[in-house]
Nanobody, 126 residues
Framework: QVQLVESGGGLVQAGGSLRLSCAAS????????LGWFRQAPGKEREFVAA????????GYADSVKGRFTISRDNAKKTVSLQMNSPKPEDTAIYYC???????????????????WGQGTQVTVSS
């Protein structure tokens, strides 16, 4: 089993930038797709971004495309989410997740993922 711990959340002004990181421990995750999801109060958990286990494919929600960038470093066992020009509607708890052999065919879906972090709060002020 892989354990995931997010960091980097906090308060940011709209138009600024924030970088979230997720560190993995336990089994290797080099063959996992890695994703970021978020959940705002009263709403369901939604897909934000993902990267395939090969690193060759990435996917983004339309609401963040062009502003957020996902990357992974298998040697350091980390996945990051660079958030540029955040908006107040990006305010949520952000979760990283891991899916064995996940790829662009399935890494958009919550049910694909087997391991989840505890989440980190991101608040964007206007």
């Amino acid at each position: 089993q892989v354990q995931l711990v997010e960091s980097g959340g906090g308060l940011v002004q709209a138009g600024g930038s924030l970088r979230l990181s997720c560190a993995a421990s336990g089994r290797t995750f080099s063959r996992d797709a890695l994703g970021w999801f978020r959940q705002a109060p009263g709403k369901e958990r939604e897909f934000v971004a993902a990267i395939s286990w090969t690193g060759g494919d990435t996917g983004y929600a339309d609401s963040v495309k062009g502003r957020f960038t996902i990357s992974r470093d298998n040697a350091k066992k980390t996945v990051s989410l660079q958030m540029n020009s955040p908006k107040p509607e990006d305010t949520a708890i952000y979760y990283c997740a891991a899916a064995p052999y996940g790829d662009s065919g399935n890494f958009y879906y919550v049910g694909t993922y087997e391991a989840w972090g505890q989440g980190t709060q991101v608040t964007v002020s206007s």
